[in-house]
């Protein structure tokens, strides 16, 4: 694996590890293409269990001109109790009421295998392809309970062991628009406490989009205007936009189905809603196991001018998004399944970009963790220096060629 002291952003696609300090590395994969600039970052490590860490972003010109960074980063995984069978994770805090039973923490993995970026041509047109595998990775189910709900340093329930978390990506560019299509793998999920029971309940991925514009942006789901900050009631959709100076220039392609992988391997259709900002606690986030999403907000920011041409002072607070939704997986149980969304930028032709200066992560990227597109996993590292490495990888690795276009 190739060894780098920065992020050579100058050059069209690279990966390669960083040294953060004597324990941990950053793992990248970089991508700049007909102006735009993709980011890809991963902790891992070659001593100790690896914190359970990714990141992606994309930079680039809408077609009016102004600049844009969008990023997705998952708050939370939510284990729910669908009671109305509507399919989707039923909360509003402001009221007191929620389907939720844990929120399951990611602490820790005990192997990690990257899949260096690589470029191919199908009919034509370049495919750049990149992914991750964190395999037997200690969990932790925190409960539901008031008045955390499980989100900020909650009551711990039972220890649990994921067999895998896969993140794999296709980037690729057609004239004006670019298609990152996400495929990842969640492992069975396997609590200690023979009472956590996950049979019957179902699974909700919490995201926030991290969005910055040199001009006013908006956003519509289903076609229409959409703000979590005004505690919109929660809408379900199948498509959402961003738009900047009221052009489309970022889309959400969500009409699909995931899979459960077991024997038969059944597929179900996913389930998008957007969701007002009172869907989660106001305490959340807050406490020990997700101190590193507050600190994510300072690492992107201070990396924008590097990577997107924008001001170091833009506001990425997930309390501030315009856009919270959850994906969330009705049928469930525990159970391994695969789900392939796919996000759409809307690119300028005509206009230059911002030209990237070569930068390191910083030390605090130790700290960091966010999944955007769809898997940013967020989890803590707690004890991470004390544990000792034991498990051999498990079979949920996927050849990175094996991702459809």
Do not use: C
Not at 12 to 20: K, N, P, T, W
Not at 198 to 210: C, E, F, I
Not at 224 to 251: G, I, W
Not at 377 to 387: D, P, Q, T
């Amino acid at each position: 694996m190739a060894q780098a002291s920065s992020i050579p952003t100058s050059q069209e696609y690279a990966s390669g590890d960083i040294q953060v300090d004597q324990y941990v590395q950053a793992w990248y994969s970089w991508v700049n293409v007909n102006g735009t600039h993709t980011i890809f970052i991963a902790l891992h490590s070659s001593q100790l269990p690896s914190p359970v860490f990714a990141f992606v972003g994309q930079a680039y010109n809408t077609t009016t001109g102004s600049r844009i960074f969008v990023g997705n980063a998952l708050l939370a995984m939510e284990v729910y109790n669908d009671t109305n069978h509507n399919g989707y994770l039923d909360a509003n805090y402001t009221s007191g009421t929620t389907e939720l039973r844990y929120t399951l923490v990611m602490n820790a993995s005990q192997t990690f295998t990257p899949y260096p970026v690589n470029k191919t041509v199908t009919n034509g047109t370049p495919h750049y392809r990149w992914g991750i595998t964190y395999s037997s990775i200690q969990a932790l189910l925190i409960k539901a309970v008031p008045p955390d709900y499980g989100y900020g340093g909650g009551t711990l329930f039972s220890d649990a062991t994921i067999d895998y978390v896969s993140v794999f990506y296709d980037y690729s560019v057609v004239g004006n628009t670019t298609f990152l299509k996400t495929s990842y793998q969640v492992g069975n999920i396997t609590p200690a406490d023979p009472g956590a029971m996950l049979q019957g309940l179902s699974l909700s991925l919490l995201h926030a989009t991290l969005t910055v514009a040199s001009n006013p942006l908006s956003v519509e789901a289903g076609s229409m205007p959409y703000d979590s900050q005004t505690n919109q009631p929660a809408s379900q959709f199948n498509t959402a936009q961003v738009k900047v100076d009221d052009a489309l220039a970022y889309e959400f392609r969500f009409n699909d189905s995931y899979t459960l992988l077991a024997s038969p391997s059944p597929s179900y259709p996913a389930v998008y809603l957007a969701s007002p900002i009172d869907s989660i606690p106001a305490n959340a986030f807050q406490g020990q196991y997700f101190a590193p999403l507050v600190r994510v907000q300072y690492f992107v920011q201070g990396q924008l001018p590097d990577i997107a041409g924008l001001p170091s002072t833009s506001n990425l607070d997930y309390n501030t998004t315009k856009f919270l939704y959850r994906v969330s997986y009705p049928i469930w149980s525990g159970k391994a399944l695969r789900h392939d969304p796919t996000y759409v930028a809307h690119v300028s032709t005509t206009f230059s970009p911002a030209t990237p200066r070569t930068s390191q992560p910083p030390t605090g990227i130790l700290s960091i963790a966010v999944v955007t597109g769809l898997l940013a996993l967020v989890v803590a590292i707690n004890g991470l220096r004390r544990a000792r490495k034991t498990v051999q990888p498990t079979d949920g690795r996927q050849d990175i060629d094996e991702v459809s276009p």
